[in-house]
């Protein structure tokens, strides 16, 4: 099975920041990668699928970069709605795999 | 408007068995791969079981394989998750999923486009 490795697990931003998430693969898988942002008691909702492509509805301040092994996931301007927790998930092959998580808190 | 609407979940004791449905409506629901992905208390995504359209291609997770069984009835707009022999790390929100469907230039894309609300299933004595 791929693994998908995210960093960090949890970090603490301020309204108005930019965030960097990174995911790594334990292999290359082009660009089947996609992003996923849970707020808590939520469903999971796609934000960016195919390393770089945004998701119809999602706002422009999240983008999708990376491919190969690694992967970022960027929030431009850190909205209070922003807060929540983030996977990765690569589509290359069965069984897709996410990563760990990373929650984004408020400082 | 596309949603699904997951059903079914509950406690249930270890080996017992339950059967999830997950309900599509508002997208043609026979023209799209749909999946099972749980969630455990306090803890990240797991894939389950991926089902497509026809029925032909049936992927589980090792966890689960030879316990679950993934359907769908295509009259019916449902997928189903019989689920057998449970075991306590069964325990979780159970999400179903609609794929994305994304195809460019020869290249197809999965992702889990639609996710359901959930259904909570609890394995305990």
């Known amino acids: 099975d791929i693994q998908m490795t995210q960093s960090p697990s949890s970090l603490s931003a301020s309204i108005g920041d930019r965030v960097i998430i990174t995911c790594r693969a334990s292999q290359s898988i082009n660009r089947y990668l996609n992003w996923y942002q849970q707020q808590p008691g939520k469903a999971p909702k796609l934000l960016i699928y195919?390393?770089?492509s945004l998701q119809d509805g999602v706002p422009s301040r999240f983008s999708g970069s990376g491919s190969g092994t690694d992967f970022t996931l960027s929030i431009r301007s850190l909205q209070p709605e922003d807060f929540a927790t983030y996977y990765c998930?690569?589509?290359?092959?069965?069984?897709?795999?996410f990563g760990g998580g990373t929650k984004v808190e408020i400082k | 408007e596309v949603q699904l609407l997951e059903s079914g979940g509950g406690l249930v004791q270890p080996g017992g068995s339950l059967r999830l449905s997950c309900a599509a409506s508002?997208?043609?629901?026979?023209?799209?791969?749909i999946s099972w992905i749980r969630q455990a208390p306090g803890k990240g995504l797991e894939w389950v079981s991926s089902l497509s359209t026809t029925g032909t291609n049936i992927y589980y997770a090792e966890s689960v394989k030879g316990r679950f069984t993934i359907s769908r009835d295509n009259s019916k707009n449902t997928l189903y998750l019989q689920m057998s022999s449970l075991r306590g790390e069964d325990t979780a929100v159970y999400y179903c999923?609609?794929?994305?469907?994304?195809?460019?230039?020869?290249?197809?894309?999965?992702?889990?486009?639609?996710w359901g609300q959930g259904t909570t299933v609890t394995v305990s004595s």
């Open positions: 999923a609609k794929d994305l469907g994304y195809c460019s230039g020869g290249t197809c894309f999965d992702a889990f486009e639609i």
């Open positions: 195919a390393a770089s």
């Open positions: 508002g997208f043609a629901f026979s023209n799209y791969v």
């Open positions: 998930q690569q589509s290359l092959t069965y069984p897709p795999t």
